[in-house]
């Protein structure tokens, strides 16, 4: 695990988001990212861009938490709630594990709790280790 927490530490554009991983074990993560100007669209909510990094990235932390190296092959949001502040957490788990495919899922909320959106995505298993 001391291997993934590295891995998460190298992603220098969940750093760029100000994305905070909270915790992770096989197969599930969870990050936070509290909503700065900078993630704002032009009509003033959270862009979509930066919820689907923000689940994309643990997404990848999930997949990756067996120690192979996996790599996204179709990801897939569904936005259900506009958010203009406070703090978004994403939590990601894994609905099925195979020897070459993962697919997980990640439920992004805000600081009520409220369903923000549904991420889904699966991924290819290679051969090498984090």
């Known amino acids: ?7 998460s530490q190298n992603d220098r554009y ?4 100000w994305i905070e991983l909270i915790k992770f074990s096989k197969g599930s993560a969870k990050a936070k990212m509290k909503i700065e100007q900078k993630h704002l669209n ?5 862009h979509g861009g930066a919820i689907f990094t923000l689940a994309d990235f643990v997404f990848a932390i999930a997949s990756n938490s067996h120690g192979t ?3 996204s092959i179709n ?5 259900i709630k506009a958010v203009k502040s406070g703090v978004l957490y994403a939590e990601a788990k ?3 594990l195979g ?10 909320t805000d600081d009520s709790g409220d369903l923000v959106a549904i991420f889904q995505g699966m991924v290819y298993r290679k051969r090498e280790k984090i």
């Open 1 to 7: 695990m001391e291997a993934l927490k590295n891995f």
């Open 14 to 17: 969940a750093k760029l988001s």
């Open 42 to 46: 032009a009509v003033g909510i959270v």
């Open 69 to 71: 190296v996996a790599v």
């Open 75 to 79: 990801a897939h949001i569904s936005n």
């Open 94 to 96: 894994e609905l099925s």
């Open 99 to 108: 020897k070459k495919l993962g697919h997980y899922e990640v439920v992004v």
